[in-house]
């Protein structure tokens, strides 16, 4: 099946930056969209970045002009630049993955989820 490896995680003091990484193995669809999903605390899991097969991108409004988001060549690893962080950034992070090219942030749509990378944004 197909599995994700996140990594990248840890803790910064606001306005830093981080950039997190999902490896997709086992995959044998012939187009994917793999995104970005955090989620805080007692809060909703809230889609922050995708990315499809072509390149297309979508970023969440909450995080745009901070937040971009990149896959390799291979199409196979998704990157995600961390800029000028903020405390309330501060949430486990969850690559995901979905069959097709249509851009979706509505986490139901995703089938494949990474075990999380945590960031945590210091004040």
């Known amino acids: 099946q197909v599995q994700l490896v996140e990594s990248g995680g840890g803790s910064v003091q606001a306005g830093g930056s981080l950039r997190l990484s999902c490896a997709a193995s086992?995959?044998?669809?012939?187009?994917?969209?793999m995104a970005w999903f955090r989620q805080a605390p007692g809060q909703e899991r809230e889609g922050v970045v995708v990315?499809?097969?072509?390149?297309?991108?979508t970023v969440a409004a909450s995080v745009g002009g901070r937040f971009t988001a990149a896959r390799d060549n291979a199409k196979t690893t998704l990157h995600l630049q961390m800029n000028a962080l903020r405390p309330d950034d501060t949430a486990m992070y969850y690559c995901?993955?979905?069959?097709?090219?249509?851009?979706?942030?509505?986490?139901?749509?995703?089938?494949?989820w990474g075990q999380g990378t945590q960031v945590t944004v210091s004040s």
């Open positions: 086992k995959y044998t669809y012939s187009s994917y969209t």
């Open positions: 995901a993955l979905k069959p097709g090219d249509i851009l979706s942030l509505i986490s139901s749509e995703f089938h494949y």
């Open positions: 990315v499809n097969s072509f390149g297309a991108t």
